[in-house]
């Protein structure tokens, strides 16, 4: 079955830096742009930051640009986000999201399970 | 930025209602969007998409409409798992979502 597994969330103080990162065990998403979609706590969506299949494009919400730098490695079927500067605001569950294809092309299609990214002194 | 609002925020329903959520996008959208269904600890997911198209394994009560800057979702007979928080989402420029719609067992 395909599925996004995240991992390397926890509590950071403000300031620091923490390296989030996904996997698709048992698929493939070489060909697939990825994002990342955030929720902070009784919030909604937000959409974080993309890269395209070959990881030459990426594009950044204006609340991380700078700060946050969104990578992948085909050969591992990885993805992840190097955050840095991190704020309170910052606090949210985090979400590796599959792009689809065809008629799917920039739907969201496919989410993982959510990693918790905590900020706080 | 394109803006997303849904009405209304939330709403209290029985089994067996037919449901409608409303989107609107600040600016036209064409039919560039989607719909997802979020539970209590889960991750969205896709029911919707292209305005009107489901989602593979989606049930057929659940359905989309509507195009430029006004669209809806219908669940033409609730269900007992249908009782969750509905986000429309435009993809047309970048991705923005609605603040959510949360069902509720009345």
């Known amino acids: 079955q395909v599925q996004l597994v995240e991992s390397g969330g926890g509590v950071v103080q403000p300031g620091r830096s923490l390296r989030p990162s996904c996997i698709a065990p048992?698929?493939?998403?070489?060909?697939?742009?990825l994002h990342w979609v955030r929720q902070a706590p009784g919030k909604g969506l937000e959409w974080v930051a993309s890269i395209s299949y070959d990881g030459r494009n990426k594009n950044y919400a204006d609340p991380v640009r700078g700060r946050f730098t969104i990578s992948r490695d085909n050969s591992r079927r990885a993805l992840s986000v190097q955050m840095t500067s991190l704020r309170v605001e910052d606090t949210a569950v985090y979400y590796c999201v599959r792009e689809g294809h065809g008629t799917k092309f920039q739907v969201f299609d496919l989410w993982g399970q959510g990693i918790k990214v905590t900020v706080s002194s | 930025d394109i803006q997303m609002t849904q009405s209304p925020s939330s709403l209290s329903a029985s089994v067996g209602d037919r449901l409608t959520i409303t989107c609107r996008a600040s600016?036209?959208?064409?039919?560039?969007l989607a719909w997802f269904q979020q539970k209590p600890g889960k991750a969205p997911k896709l029911l919707i998409y292209?305005?009107?198209s489901l989602e593979s394994g989606v049930p057929s009560r659940f359905s989309g409409s509507g195009s430029g800057t006004e669209f809806t979702l219908t669940i033409s007979s609730l269900q007992p798992d249908d009782f969750a928080i509905y986000y429309c989402?435009?993809?047309?420029?970048?991705?923005?979502f609605g603040q959510g719609t949360k069902v509720d067992i009345k």
């Open positions: 989402q435009q993809y047309d420029q970048h991705w923005t």
């Open positions: 292209q305005a009107s």
């Open positions: 048992g698929s493939t998403f070489s060909g697939n742009t």
């Open positions: 600016q036209s959208i064409n039919v560039r």
